[in-house]
């Protein structure tokens, strides 16, 4: 996988070198498409709604051992804009030198596009 995921919203997220795994992003289900010529190489991740109590039961597994609260993310809106704003606000709030405040704050961003998007993907570079 590549250090960008390029999200079919327009949400761009870079992961954050020597401390983030990109393989992150498999930790909330979806479905991986892999690239034919490098097997086991994921070019592309999609999610469809139906993820939610997939990613939903990470992200508070996550929240429990990072001693936070889910964010209410119905206060956000449903658009790229309040997504980056549920960002921002989670990267004000965690401590960002923490595996785990990094996959946490990936989650959130998945879960809350796919409030508002019916098949959410991400391509990768990098």
């Given at each position: 996988?590549?250090?960008?995921?390029?999200?079919?919203t327009?949400?761009?997220?870079?992961?954050?070198?020597?401390?983030?795994?990109?393989?992150?992003?498999?930790?909330?289900?979806?479905k991986?498409?892999?690239?034919?010529?490098?097997?086991?190489?994921?070019?592309?991740?999609?999610?469809?709604?139906?993820?939610?109590?997939?990613?939903?039961?990470?992200?508070?597994?996550?929240?429990?051992?990072?001693?936070?609260?889910?964010?209410?993310?119905?206060?956000?809106?449903?658009?790229?804009?309040?997504?980056?704003?549920?960002?921002?606000?989670?990267?004000?709030?965690?401590?960002?030198?923490?595996?785990?405040?990094y996959r946490?704050?990936?989650?959130?961003?998945?879960?809350?596009?796919?409030?508002?998007?019916?098949?959410?993907?991400?391509?990768?570079?990098?």
């Open positions: 996988m590549g250090r960008y995921a390029f999200f079919n327009g949400l761009d997220y870079t992961f954050i070198n020597g401390i983030q795994q990109t393989q992150d992003i498999l930790e909330f289900g979806g991986e498409h892999i690239q034919a010529t490098e097997p086991g190489v994921s070019d592309m991740i999609s999610w469809t709604p139906r993820d939610l109590p997939v990613i939903l039961q990470e992200l508070t597994a996550l929240a429990k051992e990072l001693e936070v609260s889910l964010p209410n993310f119905e206060g956000y809106d449903y658009t790229v804009g309040g997504t980056y704003n549920l960002k921002n606000f989670l990267g004000d709030s965690l401590d960002l030198d923490y595996i785990l405040s946490y704050l990936l989650g959130c961003i998945i879960y809350h596009q796919l409030l508002y998007t019916p098949e959410l993907s991400a391509n990768f570079r990098g």
